[in-house]
């Protein structure tokens, strides 16, 4: 049976939760230390761990058919590539930081100014958009350094928590563009191996919305079941089952996990007690 090959990251931040993502869908991988290619022992899936630079090319030849990869760097080398899911994970953006002394009023301060960076073709398209043309250095590595030694005015790079700007005295001025991890297929993907991809993306998406989500049970009494009900979006509606002591039911849902703590507040104020919250595994609909 053909295997679906998928392209991961080998190292760096998006290869830990990659792989997570495929164990929480049940597919197991073989993976032995230092491993470039590994096998799922029970789903027609061969891993391939590859330097994230690389990726876009082989999903564009054909040599991987999917890849778990972050946007940006699909922005920046690979917007001919189709994103098939966004995976809510490893989330970023990609922004402009100058030494934190100087002062800025607009993109037009860098015209003519160095920028370093390792995404040049997303940097060249966003001053293009405001008639602005920096001297763009590439760099591949430690960006944020360049500013302190001279070698340029600003940088360009991922920006996450924004500590390692503030640990190389840089400030963020703008934000080019929002990222996270994704995945993405090959545009030459075989009909055969499409199967498979879909089989793995109905797992996959079951696992997302079982992230984003909540299972909620609360007791509340009956003459306030209407008005809780009224609050609760649930996968359809609320299961409601009655208890033993009598004029009081059970009821159980689903909730955003976003919206958790605003919901919680509503259902006390409406009597709601005894409330437990669960995290869902896997959620199919």
């Given at each position: 049976?053909?295997?679906?090959?998928?392209?991961v990251?080998?190292?760096?931040?998006?290869?830990?939760?990659?792989?997570?993502?495929?164990?929480?869908?049940?597919?197991?991988?073989e993976?032995?230390?230092?491993?470039?290619?590994?096998?799922?022992?029970n789903?027609?899936?061969?891993?391939l761990?590859?330097?994230?630079?690389?990726?876009?090319?082989?999903?564009?030849?054909?040599?991987?058919?999917?890849?778990?990869?972050?946007?940006?760097?699909?922005?920046?080398?690979?917007?001919?590539?189709?994103?098939?899911?966004?995976?809510?994970?490893?989330?970023?953006?990609?922004?402009?930081?100058?030494?934190?002394?100087?002062?800025?009023?607009?993109?037009?301060?860098?015209?003519?100014?160095?920028?370093?960076?390792?995404?040049?073709?997303?940097v060249?398209?966003?001053?293009?958009?405001?008639?602005?043309?920096?001297?763009i250095?590439?760099?591949n590595?430690?960006?944020?350094i360049?500013?302190n030694?001279?070698?340029?005015?600003?940088?360009?790079?991922?920006?996450?928590?924004?500590?390692?700007?503030?640990?190389?005295?840089?400030?963020?001025v703008?934000?080019?563009?929002?990222?996270?991890?994704?995945l993405?297929?090959?545009?030459?993907?075989?009909?055969?191996?499409?199967?498979?991809?879909?089989?793995?993306?109905?797992?996959?998406?079951?696992?997302?919305?079982?992230?984003?989500?909540?299972?909620?049970?609360?007791?509340?009494?009956?003459?306030?079941?209407?008005?809780?009900?009224k609050?609760?979006?649930?996968?359809?509606?609320?299961?409601?089952?009655?208890?033993?002591?009598e004029?009081?039911s059970s009821?159980?849902?689903?909730?955003?996990?976003?919206?958790?703590?605003?919901?919680?507040?509503?259902?006390k104020?409406?009597?709601?007690?005894?409330?437990?919250?669960?995290?869902?595994?896997k959620?199919?609909?």
């Open positions: 049976m053909s295997k679906l090959k998928i392209a990251q080998k190292d760096g931040r998006l290869n830990k939760e990659s792989l997570q993502i495929l164990k929480d869908a049940g597919i197991y991988i993976n032995g230390k230092d491993q470039l290619k590994a096998s799922a022992s789903f027609p899936l061969e891993v761990y590859l330097r994230n630079s690389d990726i876009p090319q082989y999903l564009r030849d054909g040599v991987v058919d999917i890849a778990i990869i972050g946007e940006n760097l699909l922005i920046e080398k690979g917007k001919d590539i189709q994103i098939v899911e966004r995976l809510g994970f490893s989330k970023c953006r990609v922004s402009l930081a100058i030494p934190k002394n100087n002062k800025y009023k607009s993109i037009q301060d860098l015209n003519g100014k160095k920028i370093a960076t390792s995404y040049p073709n997303t060249k398209e966003y001053f293009a958009k405001f008639n602005v043309t920096p001297d250095h590439l760099i590595g430690s960006v944020e360049a500013p030694i001279g070698l340029a005015d600003a940088i360009v790079d991922i920006v996450s928590s924004g500590s390692t700007l503030f640990k190389n005295n840089l400030k963020e703008e934000v080019f563009l929002k990222s996270e991890a994704v993405a297929a090959s545009p030459i993907i075989s009909e055969e191996r499409q199967k498979i991809l879909n089989t793995l993306q109905f797992r996959i998406q079951a696992v997302l919305k079982a992230r984003k989500s909540r299972y909620i049970l609360m007791n509340a009494p009956n003459d306030k079941i209407q008005d809780i009900i609050i609760l979006p649930g996968m359809r509606s609320p299961t409601v089952l009655p208890l033993a002591e004029g009081w009821i159980h849902t689903v909730i955003a996990k976003d919206t958790f703590w605003e919901v919680i507040d509503e259902l104020t409406l009597g709601a007690e005894g409330l437990l919250v669960v995290p869902i595994e959620m199919v609909l």
